[in-house]
């Protein structure tokens, strides 16, 4: 099983920008789909974007589409959301996840807390 780290969480301004991190441990990161999921107080956990093993293939939801940007260097086993533009209502826990066809969503990381302020 891979295990996920995530860093780069914060406080930021409304209009500022962070950008999150998720380093994989192992040797099969390229193989899997990854994903950034967040979650607000008293809310249910929304995927936010994707990206294929391959970057063919990449997903924002409507709420981020045009601000957030998925990323991934299989060389570093690392995928990235960069956020502009933050809201304060992208306040949220975020999170990694490994994504594979025969698994679904399958590794978790602990999360980091994004918090803007408006």
């Known amino acids: 099983q891979v295990q996920l780290v995530e860093s780069g969480g914060g406080l930021v301004q409304a209009g500022g920008s962070l950008r999150l991190s998720c380093a994989a441990s192992?040797?099969?990161?390229?193989?899997?789909?990854m994903g950034w999921f967040r979650q607000a107080p008293g809310k249910g956990r929304d995927l936010i974007a994707a990206i294929s093993s391959s970057e063919t293939n990449i997903y924002y939801a409507d709420s981020v589409k045009g601000r957030f940007t998925i990323s991934r260097d299989n060389a570093k086993n690392t995928v990235y959301l960069q956020m502009n533009s933050l809201k304060p209502e992208d306040t949220a826990v975020y999170s990694c996840a490994t994504h594979l066809d025969s698994k679904g969503w399958d590794s978790w990381g602990q999360g980091t807390q994004v918090t803007v302020s408006s």
């Open positions: 192992g040797r099969t990161f390229s193989a899997y789909s």
